[in-house]
Structure formats: C-alpha cells, structure tokens
C-alpha cells in the first residue's frame, strides 16, 4: 500500500469530525455567519503567506529538480491564485484590514515553517500535504453534495473543488508516495506523524475560526 493511502486512513476520523464541522457545513449550505467568513478569510490569508513561504523552503530543500519546481508553483499558487480568492471576498465584505496573527494560524504556521527549516524535506512534505489534500476532500464533498442557490461562499467551494487545484494535489501526492518509497523506515515514520499533526492543526483553524478564538 502506497504511503499517503496508510497515511490518510490514519487522519480518516478526523476528516470526518472536519466535514461534521459546523464551519463546514454552513459553508457548504451557505448560512454561515458572515463574521465567521471573515475572521476565517483574514486568518487564511496571513497563513498562504506562511504556507507559501514553507513550500518555497521546501522546494529550495528538494533532491530532485523536479520536485523543487513543483514546490515553487505550489508556493505561487498560494500566495497568487489562492490569495485572491482572499482578496475578492474582501472586497465584497469590505474588510480592509486583516488583523493580528490569532492562535490557531500561529500555531499551524509555525509548525509548517519550523518542519520546512528543521526536519528532512521529505517530512516537511508530509507536513504540508493536508493543506492540499484535506481541501481537496472537503471541497469535492461540499460540491457534490451541493443543493443551494446563490451560495455567498460559492467561489470558495468553486477553488477547493476546481480542477486546478487538483492537479497541483494529484502532484503533491506523487511526490510524497516517491518520497516515502525512498525514506529511511525513521523518517517515514516521522512524514506519517507530521501528516496527522497537520491534519488536526487544519480542524483547529476551522474551529477557531468558528469560536472567534483570539489571544485574549
Ligand atoms: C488553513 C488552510 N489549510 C489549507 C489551505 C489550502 N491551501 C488553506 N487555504 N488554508
């Protein structure tokens, strides 16, 4: 069995509880409350610079060529395509500020940038392949499952279940299965840890965005 197919069954209960997620599902059914959107929106925004900025570490640290062209698009595709999708729902909320860096983006941010900086580059993959897959997965279920008319959440449902950011996650996945193929049995155990720790973090931010946690 490839890597990332034992590696999902491991999260697969915590995908679960994330499409139980109230976030989720007022999303998909377009009744959530437009400051949750908000709060979530500007949060995301300073986490695809962070992300943005780990994969772009991960693609200087890559073996293969290859793979590091792939990060770098990855870390584009964050911080351009994913970001304005950001950036036209804050036009439309006439939200100018994004506000402080909160908790659970500080968290997840530092935990993707530490891994890029400090741990082999095949575990920093791991690490970043929920931010694809999970939204991938979510996005799909969301657009399948859709039965509302005049989403205002639409265009998000639209990115996470489009073709583009598919492929990028059909690659992302292929390279870590090489990766893993290749890794010593430590450090796949560490890219299996890395991908749950990730996965948890990915509900943490839905969550708190949902809560409204801030600092104080
Ligand atoms: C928190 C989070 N995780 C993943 C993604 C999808 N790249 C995102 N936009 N935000």
């Known amino acids: 069995m490839k890597w990332t197919e034992q590696a999902w069954k491991k999260i697969e ?8 997620m109230p976030f989720v599902q007022e999303l998909a059914n377009g009744t959530l409350p437009k400051n949750k959107f908000q709060f979530y929106m500007a949060q995301d925004s300073i986490y695809l610079e962070h992300f943005g900025r780990a994969l772009a570490l991960i693609g200087a640290k890559s073996h293969d060529i ?16 994913e970001n304005a999708l950001h950036e036209s ?26 891994t890029a900086a400090m741990e082999p580059v095949e575990v920093a993959m791991a690490a970043t392949l929920p ?27 639209d990115t996470y279940g489009g073709e583009e950011f598919s492929d990028s996650v059909q690659r992302a996945i292929m390279i870590c299965d090489l990766a893993a193929e290749r890794a ?33």
């Not at 939204?135 to 205002?152: L, M």
């Open 131 to 157: 931010c694809f897959w999970i939204y991938k997965k979510v996005g799909d279920h969301i657009y399948k499952g859709q039965q509302t008319f005049n989403n205002p959440y639409q265009r998000w449902i």
């Open 13 to 20: 209960s915590n995908y679960s509880a994330i499409l139980d």
């Open 89 to 114: 729902y804050f036009q439309d909320f006439g939200v100018t500020d994004k506000g402080k860096i909160q908790p659970a983006c500080h968290h997840y941010t530092h935990f993707l940038k530490s």
């Open 184 to 216: 010593t049995p430590v450090t796949r155990a560490r890219m299996t840890e890395a991908f749950i720790h990730a996965s948890h973090l990915e509900y943490h931010f839905w969550d708190a965005a949902y809560t409204g946690r801030t600092w104080s």
């Open 66 to 81: 290859g793979d590091a062209l792939a990060y770098l698009r990855f870390a584009e595709g964050a911080i351009v395509v």
